[in-house]
């Protein structure tokens, strides 16, 4: 190791030895790094203030490889024996001596001891440093020390890299934190950003914009971090797409993002007359099978043909086998000959069409059951088809006539020079012990006046064709003048019951119809009780009956009212109806006079029964159906006898009047019922005075019924007068 031999002390040049000198001496070592010093400097002081040092120029190093240099140091006589030793580094040398800046420098702990004939030590280790050799020093707390002693491009001015995060010049800022790259251009580490630049402290970029790809494969893209390129983000496996090849089916994506498909099978011809096999149209997509030749057989899987055979166009067909409907008036509703499953029903659109009866005559197809009859529906209590043709006439009048189904009537017809042409009289049976009914079978009606019915048996008039009544059609009752026809026939319970005599007579009861009839008033004894109401008759148009008499008035009271007639018009065509058609109950009769036994009033005859049926039903404004209950009549006083009720009114739907207002003691008879009142009313008590008192007042009669029945809707204008209210079958 080379060792440079200092005059110590002396300042005088002094080889260096290897034994210390009797006076002692101080070896010094100096140690440095990588960073070689320009010059070093040794410095030796005492505590009396002697001082002396001595440079050493680099080119003064021995084996710069060893990386250090040795120095001895010796006393001279008159320094104390212990010595204060300092190295020091510096940047230049001038000449012999060290210059410029000092870099850093390394004093003995405490002064050293020199010991006579010995060698003492003292190490100094320089911690500067040049790794990079950049000849830049790195040293702590050193100005202008190299900030990066590994990299040569890093030291203290040298030019910055903004797009690098590493302070190149040792300011303390690395890239964009230096001012000096301020919208310069930089790399902020993303691949996923371009135009990067410093702004502000930071290196920021625009990020890059990935665009989705098409189809349904792709759901985005987005920037690869490594490669800064955009990646497709594929769909899920299985995802359902469209390869827009119309001869592959399910198709979905795969791995790659491609959409592809299974090739369309065509082995499901149409029909059994095409080949099995088929190809697929690679335009349309459908699949395409050659025709099997003509006259193959085959299965049209229609049960109701026979002998199939393919027409050589891919179709299969056989011969029909239609079922063949009974007659004309019935259409086919299910199944063929070939099952023998045949069904039909009547046919709607054949009703009231021409058709050929079992006996060979002409009729027409009914509604209901699709029979072949006269009639194209099924009229109420009688069967056209039993009619012989030659109990159908005509009905001509010339003026007002009067008909009497009375049986054994000596002459029907009143007056008859008024009748120019009538028919036979047809008489049918009715179940339920309902009396006769008296059938008037006509082609046509011709009426010149009303034409009034009486008689004990209801009566049906028949036509054969269409009708027009203009005018009216009397059945109803009229007190002391007429019964209708049918009326108080097989009444029982339907009968208003007789009132009492006890001092006077209770008032009768109502007859019964659509309602229970009104009971009778009581006279002004406590026993002198009113009759009971005529019970309530059931709804029904078979059989057809009459309303049903009033109670008598008890003691010498006054005949029950009587019943409206039954009348019933059947017409196989048109019935327009433009007057009266009425079976109004008759009035009940004022209970007479007496001083000691005053008569009730009697009790009103309930409605009959209108029925009305065709095939089309018209009414006009002017037409007027009733079936209204009589009036009650009034009770007898002590000196006058009690008026007679209203007849049931056939012209509106008010309430028929009870007698009231001529015998002073006598009770009302009560209302009879209607429309506007559709239930009847009782007949009020009797009152006395000083001579006597009176009976009781006839309660009023119950409404009857009306029926309209047509195969088409009815034609009811809202002005015509209907009471009761009509029970309605239209459409049949």
Known sequence: MYRACVLGLFLSLVACKEKAPGEGAIR????????????LRVSARDAQGHEARTDIPREKFQNP??????????????????????????RAASGQECAGDLVEKRTSAAPIPVPRGEFAIFDAVLEAQDQDGDSFIALPGLAQADCDDVRKDVYPGAPEQCSVNVDFDCDGLKGCQDAKCVDKACDDGNACTTGDQCNGALCQGQAVQCQKPTGVCFTGAVCNPTTGQCDNVLAPPETVCNDQDPCTVNDTCGPQGQCSGQSKSCNAPPTACFEASGTCDAVSGECRYPSKPAATECSDEDACTVNDQCNGNGMCGGLATPCQPSSTCFRITSGCVALGNCTEAVDPAKVNTACQKGNGQSGVCRVSDGACSSFPYVPSNFDPDTIPD???GTLTTSGAVTFDSTPGAMNPWEPPGRVTASPPITVIAQANGAPDAVVLAVRSVNLGGDLKLVGTRPVILAVYGDATLNHHILANSVLGASSGPGSNQACGARQGVDGTLSGEGGGGGGGGGATAGASGGKGYSSGATGGGAGSQSPSVRVPLVGGC????????????????????ISVSGTLTVGKKVTASGGAGVGGNASTSAAGGGGGGGSGGQVTLEALRLVLSNSAQLTANGGGGGEGGGTYQGG??????????????????????????GGTGGAS??????????????AIGGGGGGGGGGAVGFIHLRAVR?????????RSPEPVLQCPL
């Not at 506007?676 to 005075?689: F, K, M, Q, R």
Request: hydrophobic share 25%; glycine share 22%; net charge negative.
């Open 713 to 721: 809707p009815c034609e009811i204008h809202t002005s015509s007068v």
């Open 643 to 668: 008026k007679d009720g209203d007849d049931g009114y056939t012209s509106s739907g008010d309430p028929a009047m009870g007698g009231q207002g001529k015998a002073l003691l006598g009770g009302n």
């Open 28 to 39: 010094v070592s100096v140690k440095y790094g990588t960073y070689v010093p320009a010059c």
């Open 65 to 90: 490889e060893a990386r250090e240099v040795r120095v001895a140091v010796f006393r001279k006589p008159e320094w104390d024996r212990e010595l204060s030793l300092e190295v020091s580094s510096y």
């Open 549 to 568: 008499p009033g109670g008598k008035g008890g003691g010498t009271g006054g005949l029950g009212g009587t019943g409206g007639g039954a009348i019933q």
């Open 676 to 689: 506007a009142g559709p239930l009847p009313v009782e007949g009020s008590v009797g009152t006395n005075d």
């Open 390 to 392: 030659a109990n159908i």
